[in-house]
């Protein structure tokens, strides 16, 4: 293809969905993908494409590349950062956008996402190429410049790691997925700590991107490190859970949210906490992975930080549902005036 015959305008515009999964998937920040897609753009707008015949397969590698340079250096902050650090979480629309139905054809659980943390910057390019992208061991070879065989035992490499670190590479049952956090949801809404204790593991983990606060002085580990202990449990008498460090802190957390509702995030059920309207934190679950109602919560991410939750924000907030209201009101005939007889529950 001759540097005439391509739009580089629309042939970027026709990738950037998919460069946007990558990265994302790469990265673990939405910001910071966004952050590197543009550069891609810029490089791509002032290089020389005479000799580029598939725009798609040009920019794939040059934003692959562009990721592990990145990766290797956001390993060193994060490594340094006194708090913990999780993946930014990615809720899903309701009415989804081109990036949005890229990153669902890119599925990958958020836990799988917390733990490629685990894997060096060129197997978790390899690996995000080969299980997201169903790119072949060719593909990766010419993006990482190493020989098929070889991406094929980086791969097979970075998936030993992942499953001796406890990756659930295959997603539990949906259905039953859903009820669990439902129940969950409703606990911490209640403040039903006799029904936590029903839902969790003996010994849970919960890991949280920042300090949660506790009650009477508890002490938690909240880094990504450091998950908050959990002690064996202690005989429980009648209507009286036994008081855990953990509890204290995933209760304390959902007294200081006005509300708690299931949203989807990448294509799995989680929890958003909202306060006066925005979201103050978001709960993704793993269970055992039992199949039927003795499935138990193991783990817990918990993700409260604002920078983070920008996104989710954008989409769920005060102000996101503001300009959505705005946008309704707009319509002609869209909101029919209300009579003064109409009878209204100021309760419900």
Known sequence: MTEQGIDKASSFEAARARL???????????????????????????????AVQTP???????????????FRQVQRERASQTTGWLPEPWLDEVAPSAEELALRTADMSYGVMLLLEHLKPE??????????FDCDYAEIASILERTPTACRQIVHRAKARLQRAGAPLKRHDPALHGQIVERLRVALEMQDRAGLLRLFS????????????????APVHAALSEPVPAPAREP?????????DWMNAITSLAQQATNAEVVSMQGAVCIALF?????????????????????????????????????????????AVKELLARIQQRPGALAPVSRNFPIDVDA
């Open 20 to 50: 946007l999964a990558l990265a994302y998937r790469m990265l673990g920040s939405r910001a910071e993908a966004e952050d590197l897609v543009q550069d891609a753009w810029l490089k791509w707008h002032l290089a020389d494409t005479q």
């Open 236 to 244: 429980v008498r009648a209507g009286e859970p036994a008081p855990t």
């Open 202 to 217: 003996d010994a849970p983990e919960v890991m949280s991107d920042a300090p949660l606060c506790v009650p009477q002085n």
């Open 123 to 132: 197997e978790r390019a390899a690996f995000v190429l080969h299980e997201a």
């Open 56 to 70: 798609v397969a040009w920019l794939t590698t040059l934003t692959t590349r562009m990721a592990i340079d990145r």
């Open 275 to 319: 306060c006066e309207g925005d979201v103050v934190g978001v709960i993704d679950v793993l269970t055992d992975g039992a199949t039927d109602s003795s499935a138990r919560i193991v783990s817990l991410r918990i993700v409260t930080s604002a920078a983070r939750l920008e996104a989710a924000n954008r989409m769920l907030g005060r102000e």
